[in-house]
């Protein structure tokens, strides 16, 4: 099983940049494809980024691609989200995710079984 914790959320201003972090405690880190979300005030939770367990493929949501940068280190059993020229708009609490279920899409909460407690990251303009 794979336990993880989110952190490196914050305060910025628009056009900063940030990285989270995401810490898998367990044994099997290096089995699970990972994902982030987020769920701004009032909306639903939505997906962000995801990376397959080998780190071989990504996948990110349209309102990120070009500015949102995700990677892995399973020896370090770590995810990390580069987070670039962030907007007033990504203000939210940011999930980290893991899923060991195959056939599922990344971009599908439904896919991960895991979830972490959240970090929020405000970005003021």
């Known amino acids: 099983q794979v336990q993880p914790v989110e952190s490196g959320g914050g305060l910025v201003q628009a056009g900063d940049s940030l990285r989270l972090s995401c810490v898998g405690s367990g044994r099997s880190f290096s089995t699970y494809g990972m994902g982030w979300f987020r769920q701004a005030p009032g909306q639903e939770r939505e997906f962000v980024a995801a990376?397959?367990?080998?780190?071989?493929?990504?996948y990110y949501a349209d309102a990120v691609k070009g500015r949102f940068t995700v990677s892995r280190n399973n020896a370090k059993n770590t995810m990390w989200l580069q987070m670039n020229t962030l907007k007033p708009e990504d203000t939210a609490v940011y999930y980290c995710?893991?899923?060991?279920?195959?056939?599922?899409?990344?971009?599908?909460?439904?896919?991960?079984?895991?979830w972490g407690p959240g970090t929020q990251v405000t970005v003021s303009s």
């Open positions: 995710a893991a899923s060991r279920v195959s056939g599922l899409r990344p971009q599908s909460a439904d896919a991960y079984e895991e």
């Open positions: 990376i397959s367990w080998t780190g071989g493929s990504t």
